[in-house]
């Protein structure tokens, strides 16, 4: 099994930054692609940011492209989501994912096999 645990998310204020971290443990078993997905109130589950293994390989969603990075270090078997420039639509819990299949930078759920329980982001004015 995998586990995922997040950390960094918190209350900032309109147009600043933050970033999350998404640690992996257990049989994570390399390669594998990551991503971050998140879930405001009352709305679908959405992609935010995938990575693939080689850290070159990366998909963001239109609404956060230019704005997010998603990197990783595989050493420490951890992904980030650097976010600048947050406007209070981003705010929603956010989750990453791992599947083993590194194929590609994943865009749908479905794609992946385990999840994190999650950090709230609140943005406010």
């Known amino acids: 099994q995998v586990q995922l645990a997040e950390s960094g998310g918190g209350l900032v204020q309109v147009g600043g930054s933050r970033r999350l971290s998404c640690v992996a443990s257990?049989?994570?078993?390399?390669?594998?692609?990551m991503g971050w997905f998140r879930q405001a109130p009352g709305k679908e589950r959405e992609l935010v940011a995938s990575?693939?293994?080689?850290?070159?390989?990366?998909y963001y969603r239109g609404s956060v492209a230019g704005r997010f990075t998603i990197s990783r270090d595989n050493a420490k078997n951890t992904v980030y989501l650097q976010m600048n420039s947050l406007q209070p639509e981003d705010t929603a819990v956010y989750s990453c994912a791992l599947t083993r299949d590194d194929g590609s930078a994943y865009t749908r759920s479905s794609e992946y096999d385990y999840w994190g329980r999650g950090t709230q982001v609140t943005v406010s004015s």
């Open positions: 990575i693939r293994w080689n850290g070159v390989n990366t």
């Open positions: 257990g049989r994570t078993m390399s390669p594998y692609a």
